[in-house]
């Protein structure tokens, strides 16, 4: 049976090489409709995808975005890619959908980087003056070799650990943060009548007559919708009819005014009211 022109696609990504390179990476994945961030570095790159160890879990055939931070490129890349596998906190990843400037970027980067080199390079010419120094034991050179990947080990878990746990901690705060701005929103603010409320004033500013008011021998009442905090100062104000020069001079001072905290079972509440505002020559 021939490959469909898709299959073929995804296998030429899955084999254009890659380049072993520690790159901080974000990968963000839609749970129950809500995204996820989970951040990690890369174990080798290309066009065709990265390997990467994360704080977190995936499942293989996610789609998820990947946000590659490449050191001397101002902006992060941006692409999305699907899960081919995942191990062990270990995940390889293929890019969908890279556009040309995406592919000439990855390719510029990764020939001009140096590759991450492997471990036992490293750690060579440490091990070469130690013989030198000393002479060799058998077996205690593979030993502390054991050693020293039981303390990476134990360090990478660690670290991985801290990782999964503010993960966590910052998911856990912006559920909060949502239900309890979604609580707020719900509060039904009572409506209260404005003679009731008129008792309440504890401050009250007058209004300044217009001058093209008084020229035009105009009075009469301005009404006012009024929402009123807690702690008795007025939050907003909405004309509701009124002459026009008249109703500027109103708000302007019923802005000012101050009111006793309306009190619903014994706690002060925010309520919204109608106000009457009259001028007269």
Known sequence: MNP??????ASDRRHLPRHEMAIPIDITVLRSGVPDSIPGRTVNFG??????ILAGELVPGDSVG????LQGVPDPLLAKAVVRH?????CGLEF???SPDQREIIRHWSQRSEP????????APYFEAAVTATPEVPGEKSLAWNRRLLWMALAAILLISVAAAWQWHRTWQELESR???????QEIVPKVDGSEVQQLVVHRVDPIYPEEAKRANLQGIVVISTVIGRDGSVEKVTPVSGPDVLTTAAINAVRWWRFQPYVV???AVEIETTLAVEFRL
Do not use: C, F, I
């Not at 995942?86 to 270990?90: A, K, R």
């Open 86 to 90: 995942h191990q062990y906190l270990q």
């Open 47 to 52: 066009e065709g995808g990265v390997g990467a």
């Open 96 to 98: 969908q959908h890279l």
């Open 265 to 267: 079972n014994g706690k």
């Open 4 to 9: 469909t022109p898709v299959d073929r696609a």
């Open 179 to 185: 239900v309890e701005k979604q609580s707020q929103s």
């Open 66 to 69: 990947v946000e590659l931070r």
């Open 116 to 123: 991450l080199r492997p471990l036992s390079r490293t750690r």
